[in-house]
């Protein structure tokens, strides 16, 4: 070889060796490395592929991390743990009254479940659990995150232009759709509704940022402000929908569109749940070519109801003389469900307290809901 | 070939057998003798967050820490010893075993924290003991931070026949703690209270009027080191006419101070209010509408007094008060709990503004 050619070879080689020392790939949606200031994680949720959001309820913010867990699984496998919350324990070298399991995640995409575990001190830990019931921490050190505070408005002063503090001590759900963050709240102070829907990445800027209070009206005539437990998304009639499950029993929905700043929305009531229902989780699954609704309690049992019902239903319970006694559910074999996730369009993944009292995880069949 | 298998050559592999299983023996009993090494538990905030293994020349690897099974955690090394970092902070009464590959080289049992530190529940509001029928909450004050997740097992409403009756709270999951962990809010169901709702026509109230309650709270509650609280609680209290008005703030009597003291500056709401929102919702103003700093004191649901940090000067002070201050039942200075919406009316202020005058 000729000695330019020699060098240039070099030079080339170099340039290529060295190249990859000071290249960082840029971090996805905005994220920066670091360990987030995590107090709590009471809630879960995962955004688009292998993004996680944690709600953190003692610090009021929510995380979203990277999980880098984004292999597509299209042909996932059941999970089958009976005692899971004993299993948890001795993992964790302790004993299953010194833990609890506060939420519960599959990851859409690689099909990964995460729980949410609490020990009795409180210290979060994030864990998954494979098929073969092989457990793993998540580390939340040194992680691609980036956070969205809930109270980040100076205590007093900030508030929705009608005077109310939306501020909140629990987050009750979180949800993603359509590239938004939502986040239900309750406060531990004033009886409020908080629901935020925030734009991701997070931008920081107010008009990414929308806080309502939610409104309930029993008969026509009495409102009460409305804190929700937990809510889902759909589209009827090509108009997105959140669904929610308020804190005093009825189901209702309210359209996307109207969540804006200082918004005073008030849902239209699709049914009345009864005593002491307290909804864990909703969820869509398909049965038979048909979208069903599931809806989880942690005292009675869980409930399905058709997609085409609640399209179907254009009452509002709110109305002084209800047209109905709102959209018909089915009463599912399943009692006491404290966690629930869509492991694939026909399957759902549960965790349940059994009669005995043994907390056990397990998949359903796929053939019926 | 068969002089291969004569008896001599067995009779030594024999003993090669028997030598090689007296060596072993031995080699295993000298392991057995060795003293075992000295682990302790390294403590933060009463806990017991790591183990120190006095342990040089190891293979980090081989290490492992056992209780039933292998439990998560990660080991960090340091000049002579080696730390375990639990994923969680290792459980009071329970022991560990520390595993070098196949050998048990230490075990130990973490003790109970002593009991001096034991919690207390030191405050229930709201305070008094006649409360509405249509009262929406009650707060618990502890002295440490207790476990969340249980207090539905271990708080009790009893009517005066004595019967713990069910379903009168709401089981809200995540309770509502404040952020350090000692402040409980519990929600008497308002899908109950709230007017004409479903439940509230099937099941009524939750509190019935003129009847008398007791509220227990159980000793078994434990705080998150994993003590009980010192004793169980109770606090009676009787039922009055439900509230279905706002509070007025123009109804308020102030007690005013003496210019060029630092006398407490008393409010008189005429009626009990939310004790942590009576408490936070309102600031008194100086002529420059700035805050006049001081401490607050909230005397039975009722009375706010605030002693200022610095004398009173003479002139116009305002007290500013934050619409969100609710009474028992949440009613709040803007609209009532359960607005009658062919009645009453809501307001959207934020704030609302009385003056006084020190001389």
Redesign the interface.
């Known amino acids: 070889m000729k000695k330019p050619y020699l060098f240039l070879t070099a030079a080339i080689a170099g340039t290529l060796l060295f190249a990859g020392i000071n290249y960082k790939p840029a971090l996805p949606y905005g994220m920066q490395m670091g360990t987030p200031d995590i ?2 994680i ?1 809630a879960l949720t995962f955004g688009p592929t292998g993004i996680l959001f944690l709600g953190d ?3 009021a913010s929510v995380i979203s991390f990277d999980t880098k867990d984004a292999e597509v699984n299209k042909a996932p496998k059941s999970y089958d743990l009976k005692q899971v919350d004993q299993k948890i324990a ?6 299953k009254e ?3 399991i ?1 939420d519960m995640a599959v990851n859409p995409v690689s099909k990964q479940l995460y729980l949410a575990v ?6 979060p ?1 994030l864990l998954t659990v494979s098929p073969n019931n092989e ?3 998540v580390s939340l050190k040194d992680i691609p995150f980036s956070s969205v505070a809930l109270n980040n408005a100076p205590a ?1 002063d900030a ?1 929705d232009r ?4 939306l501020r909140v ?4 759900d979180l949800g993603f759709a359509k590239g938004k963050l939502m986040v239900s709240g ?7 509704s908080s629901f935020r829907s925030i734009s991701f990445p997070f931008t920081g800027k107010q008009e990414d940022d929308s806080s309502l209070e939610m409104y ?9 402000t409305s804190p929700v ?1 937990t809510f889902s998304t759909t589209t009827i009639n090509g108009k997105d929908y959140v669904i929610a499950s308020y ?3 009825p189901l209702v929905l309210f359209a996307m569109d109207e969540i804006k700043p200082g918004a005073n929305v008030k849902g239209r009531t699709i049914a ?1 749940m ?3 229902n ?1 909804p ?1 989780d909703l969820i869509w699954l398909k049965e038979g070519g048909q979208n069903f609704m599931v809806m989880a309690n ?2 009675r049992p869980a409930v399905k109801v058709s997609y085409d019902e609640i399209q179907k239903f254009q009452g509002n319970l709110t109305e002084k003389v209800a047209t109905t006694g709102g959209v018909n559910f089915t009463a599912l074999p399943y009692q006491k469900i404290l966690q629930l996730d869509k492991l694939d369009d026909g399957r759902a993944v549960v965790i349940q307290r059994k009669a005995n009292g043994d907390i056990d995880l397990w998949t359903t069949d796929g053939k019926t809901i | 070939m068969v002089k291969l298998y004569n008896s001599n050559c067995y009779k030594n592999a024999k003993l090669y057998v028997m030598y090689g299983l007296a060596f072993l023996v031995m080699l295993l009993l000298s392991y057995c003798h060795r003293a075992p090494i000295r682990l302790e538990l390294i403590w933060k905030n009463n806990r017991a967050v790591g183990i120190s293994i006095p342990l040089k020349n190891y293979v980090l690897d081989s290490l492992k820490i056992v209780n039933v099974r292998e439990i998560l955690g990660s080991f960090a090394e340091h000049e002579n010893w080696i730390e375990f970092k639990p994923t969680i902070p290792l459980t009071a009464g329970l022991s560990y075993e520390v595993w070098n590959g196949s050998r048990q080289i230490g075990k130990l049992t973490v003790p109970f924290p002593s009991g001096k530190l034991a919690p207390k529940l030191t405050a229930i509001y709201p305070e008094r003991d006649t409360v509405p029928e249509n009262l929406l909450k009650f707060y618990f004050v502890f002295s440490r931070p207790m476990r969340t997740g249980e207090a539905l097992r271990h708080i009790f409403l009893i009517d005066q026949h004595k019967d713990t009756l069910k379903n009168v709270f709401l089981n809200v999951q995540p309770e509502l703690w404040d952020t350090a962990g000692k402040v409980l809010t519990l929600w008497l169901d308002p899908g109950r209270i709230k007017r004409d709702l479903v439940l509230n026509k099937k099941l009524g109230n939750p509190l019935i009027r003129n009847a008398n309650y007791e509220i227990k709270i159980s000793s078994e509650w434990k705080d998150r080191n994993g003590l009980s609280l010192t004793k169980a609680y109770t606090k009676s209290f009787v039922v009055s006419a439900a509230d279905h008005e706002m509070p007025d703030v123009k109804k308020w009597s102030f007690s005013v101070p003496d210019a060029g003291s630092k006398q407490a500056f008393i409010i008189d709401a005429k009626a009990a209010l939310d004790h942590f929102l009576f408490a936070e919702t309102i600031t008194i103003l100086n002529q420059e509408n700035k805050i006049v700093e001081g401490q607050v004191r909230i005397i039975k649901d009722q009375v706010w007094e605030f002693i200022p940090k610095k004398m009173w000067n003479s002139g116009t002070y305002k007290v500013q008060v934050y619409t969100r201050l609710e009474d028992l039942a949440a009613n709040n200075l803007n609209r009532v709990f359960d607005r009658d919406i062919s009645k009453e009316k809501a307001t959207y202020e934020t704030i609302v503004v009385r003056s006084f005058q020190i001389k």
């Open positions: 107090k709590s009471t309820s003692q610090n001795e993992v964790l070298g302790t004993t010194n833990i609890s506060l609490k020990s009795a001190d409180g210290t830990v457990f793993k921490v007093e508030k009608r005077g109310r503090s001590s629990s987050i009750s309750l406060s531990n102070k004033e009886f409020s309930h009206t029993a008969h026509g005539r009495y409102e009460t437990r804190t005093c029993t009345e009864g005593n002491q307290t864990t942690d005292n």
